[in-house]
């Protein structure tokens, strides 16, 4: 069975930082790309980043760009997205995803993981 467990959210004031994991089990993730979404209070779930599964592509939103950086260990299954400089507007639940299905910030992923939640106090 499939599983991706997200850790290391929590509340922080802004200009903080936080570092997301994702550990993904239960499958072959080593040669999958994976993303990072998140979704706040009444809002719809928002692309944050994405890794190919070599690392080498990645792509941001334009909200996070020069803030947040996607990575992943070598094995392939834990990807982190380190967060820096966090603003109050960052807030909301990250969830990881695995399984694309189409273009990279969709979110039509097959695999997700429960979430982490995110507070950025101003």
């Known amino acids: 069975q499939v599983q991706l467990v997200e850790s290391g959210g929590g509340l922080v004031q802004a200009g903080g930082s936080l570092r997301l994991s994702c550990v993904a089990s239960?499958?072959?993730?080593?040669?999958?790309?994976r993303a990072w979404f998140r979704q706040a209070p009444g809002k719809e779930r928002e692309f944050v980043a994405y890794?190919?599964?070599?690392?080498?592509?990645?792509y941001y939103a334009d909200s996070v760009k020069g803030r947040f950086t996607i990575s992943r260990d070598n094995a392939g299954n834990t990807v982190y997205l380190q967060m820096n400089s966090l603003k109050p507007e960052d807030t909301a639940v990250y969830y990881c995803?695995?399984?694309?299905?189409?273009?990279?910030?969709?979110?039509?992923?097959?695999?997700w993981g429960q979430g982490t939640q995110v507070t950025v106090s101003s």
């Open positions: 995803a695995a399984g694309q299905r189409s273009d990279y910030y969709t979110a039509e992923y097959g695999y």
């Open positions: 890794s190919n599964w070599r690392g080498i592509r990645t």
């Open positions: 239960g499958g072959t993730f080593s040669n999958s790309a």
